[in-house]
C-alpha cells in the first residue's frame, strides 16, 4: 500500500512539477524561495523553529476554484484521499473592494505528525451564484446552467479517491493511476473559451469568469515557504518578475512572526484558444494565474486574533486618514502601531494567552523541594515549563482578497444597495457535504494536550486545576 501521506506529498510533488511547466515564472519564484531559505537556515541556528527546514523546503499550498456545491463536493473526495480536511471558512466577498463572490475553506492535514510529514493544503473557492449584488436572477439562471454540464474530476479519479480514503491508501497501480487523473483534473485546459459568455461574467467579477466561464478548473497559484518573504521580494524584483504592490499580513517588525504573510508576482498573460459567436476559434490572453509566496508565524489564540484585527483596523483608520500620496507606507503605520500594541516576545505572547504553543517540563527545572507555580506566567518566568510555538496552519481572508485583488484586471461590479446572501461555516459544511472544522480548536486542542502533560509530569497540581479545568 502507498499510505495517505505518501500520496499527499506525491500530488504536491507532481503538482509543482506540471505548474513549474505552464507558468515559468514560478519556477524562478522556487529558485529564490530555495536561495533565500538555504541563507537564513545557515546564519539562524534557530531558523527551524516555526517547522524544519526540510518541511518549510517541500512545503506548497495550493489554490483552485469551483462553481456549485456538487464540485466543491467532488473536490473535497479529492482531498479526502490526501488525507486533507476542510478547515476554516472564509468570506472574501466584504474582504476587498473588488467584486471577488466566492466563499472559501483549506483542505488541509489536521493531525501534528500528519502535518511534519507533508503540509500540503488547497485554499477551495466556491461561487455565490445566488449573491444579488453580484448576479441577478437571469445571469444567475444562465451561470448554474452552464455549471451544471460540466464535469471537472471524471468518475475514475472519484471512485479511486474513494477507495483510497477508505482504505487510507492504494495499492501501487492504482496510486500511480489516481495520482496522473489528479494532476491532470487541475491543468490548464486547451479547450476554447466562449468569448462573449467569458467577457459578460468578468463585467460582474474576473474571478467570476474564471471560475464560470470555463469548462475546467485549474491551479490558479502555488506557494512555496519562505523564511525572509522581504528578502524574496526584493530579489525577484532584482530578476525583472513584477511583484504586487506590497506584502499582505501583519508587518515586519522586531517582534515575533505571526498569523501568515504573502505576497505574488503579478498575473501573467497566457495564451489561450477563444470561440466567437460564429463558431471560429482565434487565439487570445487571459490573466487569471500567478507565483504566490508565503511566511508562516505562530498561531494567535481567539484573543491574539482579536488584537490583530484590531491593530490592522487602526491602520486602515490611520491610513484613510492620511489620505492617498501621504508620507508614511502602510508598512510604517503598521509597524509603528505593532511596536505599541503587541508583546516583543514569545513568552510574552504565551503568559498573555495571545499565541498557541505547546508545553513541556523545562529539562532542569527547580529541584529544591519548591512548589510549582500556579499561573502559567510563573511556570515560565521561574524556569519549570519550556513553550515551543505552534506554526499558524491557515490563512487569513483579508490578505486571500488582497493577493486575489491584486492580480485582477478590472474591479468588476457590486450592487451595494442589495444584501448579501448569508453564508457561514454552517452552510458550507452543507455544501461541501463534510464537517468543516475549526481551527482554533484545533490549535486549543493541541495546545491543551501538551499543558496537561507537562503540568501533570511536574505534579503541579494547583495550576493544573487553574489552567485545565475541564
Keep these: 500500500m502507498i499510505p495517505t501521506w505518501r500520496l499527499r506529498a506525491a500530488f504536491a510533488r507532481r503538482l509543482s512539477g506540471m ?18 531559505n538555504g541563507e537564513v537556515a545557515r546564519r539562524d541556528p534557530d531558523a527551524g523553529r516555526l517547522g524544519g527546514i526540510e518541511r518549510v523546503a517541500a ?42 463572490p466566492v466563499i472559501s475553506t483549506a483542505f488541509r492535514p489536521v493531525e501534528p505528525e500528519e502535518l511534519d510529514r507533508n503540509p500540503f493544503r488547497v485554499f477551495t473557492s466556491m461561487l455565490t451564484t445566488a449573491d444579488r449584488r453580484f448576479f441577478d436572477a437571469a445571469l444567475q439562471a444562465r451561470l448554474e446552467t452552464f455549471l451544471d454540464r460540466r464535469t471537472l474530476f471524471p468518475p475514475e479519479l472519484l471512485t479511486l479517491a474513494g477507495r483510497a480514503e477508505r482504505g487510507h491508501g492504494l495499492v501501487p497501480e492504482q496510486a500511480e493511476r489516481f495520482l496522473t487523473l489528479a494532476v491532470a483534473a487541475f491543468e490548464l485546459s486547451p ?58 499580513g501583519p508587518p515586519r517588525w522586531d517582534g515575533p512572526g505571526v498569523l501568515l504573510r504573502q505576497t505574488s508576482f503579478r498575473a501573467l498573460d497566457e495564451p489561450r484558444a477563444f470561440r466567437a459567436p460564429d463558431g471560429s476559434v482565434t487565439t487570445g490572453a487571459l490573466r487569471v494565474r500567478f507565483g504566490e509566496v508565503e511566511a508562516r508565524g505562530i498561531a494567535l489564540s481567539r484573543t491574539g486574533r482579536a488584537r490583530h484585527d484590531a491593530l490592522t483596523a487602526e491602520t486602515d483608520r490611520r491610513l484613510a486618514e492620511q489620505g492617498t500620496g501621504g508620507p508614511a507606507t502602510r508598512q510604517d503605520v503598521a509597524r509603528a502601531l505593532w511596536e505599541a500594541g503587541f508583546p516583543r516576545s514569545e513568552h510574552r505572547l504565551a503568559a498573555e494567552g495571545l499565541g498557541y504553543f505547546t508545553y513541556a517540563p523545562a529539562a532542569a527545572r527547580p529541584r529544591d523541594g519548591q512548589r510549582p507555580p500556579a499561573d502559567l506566567a510563573g511556570l515560565l518566568e521561574r524556569g519549570w515549563l519550556t513553550a515551543r510555538p ?60 501538551s499543558l496537561r502533560r507537562a503540568l501533570d509530569a511536574l505534579g503541579a497540581h494547583e495550576a493544573r486545576r487553574n489552567l485545565c479545568p475541564s
Design 390 to 449: 505552534i506554526v499558524y496552519e491557515d490563512f487569513l481572508p483579508r490578505s486571500a482578497a488582497g493577493i486575489f485583488n491584486s492580480n485582477l484586471t478590472g474591479h468588476g461590479t457590486r450592487d451595494t444597495a442589495r444584501t448579501g446572501t448569508p453564508y457561514d461555516a454552517h452552510r458550507l459544511a452543507e455544501a461541501v457535504g463534510r464537517p468543516v472544522r475549526d481551527p482554533f480548536r484545533i490549535y486549543d486542542a493541541q495546545q491543551d494536550t
Design 191 to 248: 479547450e476554447p473559451v466562449d468569448r462573449a459568455w467569458y467577457r459578460e461574467l468578468a463585467r460582474v467579477s474576473a474571478v467570476a469568469a474564471d471560475i464560470g466561464g470555463v469548462t475546467s478548473t485549474h491551479i490558479n497559484h502555488l506557494t512555496p515557504r519562505v523564511l525572509d518573504i522581504d528578502a524574496l521580494y526584493r530579489r525577484m524584483a532584482d530578476r525583472g518578475i513584477a511583484m504586487i504592490d506590497e506584502i499582505q
Design 59 to 100: 512545503e506548497r499550498h495550493g489554490a483552485i476554484r469551483v462553481g456549485t456545491p456538487r464540485e466543491l463536493r467532488q473536490a473535497a473526495q479529492v482531498f479526502a484521499a490526501l488525507g486533507m480536511h476542510p478547515v476554516g471558512f472564509y468570506d472574501l466577498r466584504d474582504a476587498t473592494t473588488s467584486a471577488v
Design 19 to 36: 505548474y513549474g511547466t505552464e507558468v515559468p515564472a514560478y519556477t524562478t519564484l522556487l529558485e529564490v524561495t530555495e536561495e533565500v
